[in-house]
């Protein structure tokens, strides 16, 4: 699986760099669940008043999503990952 990063400055002009966003194609059906998470990511980071530098997509992918659907969005690498 690819992933992708996204910089940005929130709103009192720090950079911010979120890491680990999965790549998936238009026909995927998760890939809206995926579009709209983000979204609602880098809303909830713009307007921390507490600075931090990096954020892990993935990782908050693992707090807010259910197992089964968690799994099977990164299915490929939870099976090499001994």
């Known amino acids: 699986m690819l992933f992708k990063s996204l910089e940005f ?3 009192l002009g ?3 760099t979120i890491t ?8 995927n059906c998760a890939c809206f669940m ?6 609602m990511f880098v809303n909830e ?3 921390k008043k507490e600075y931090k530098a990096s954020y892990s997509f993935k ?10 659907e968690y799994k099977e969005l990164f299915a ?3 099976q090499h990952n001994a």
């Open 34 to 39: 995926v579009n709209a998470r983000l979204e």
């Open 20 to 27: 680990e966003i999965p790549v998936l194609v238009s026909e």
């Open 45 to 47: 980071i713009y307007r």
């Open 59 to 68: 990782e908050y992918l693992l707090s807010v999503l259910r197992w089964p």
């Open 9 to 11: 400055r929130n709103y």
């Open 76 to 78: 490929d690498e939870l």
């Open 14 to 16: 720090h950079k911010v």
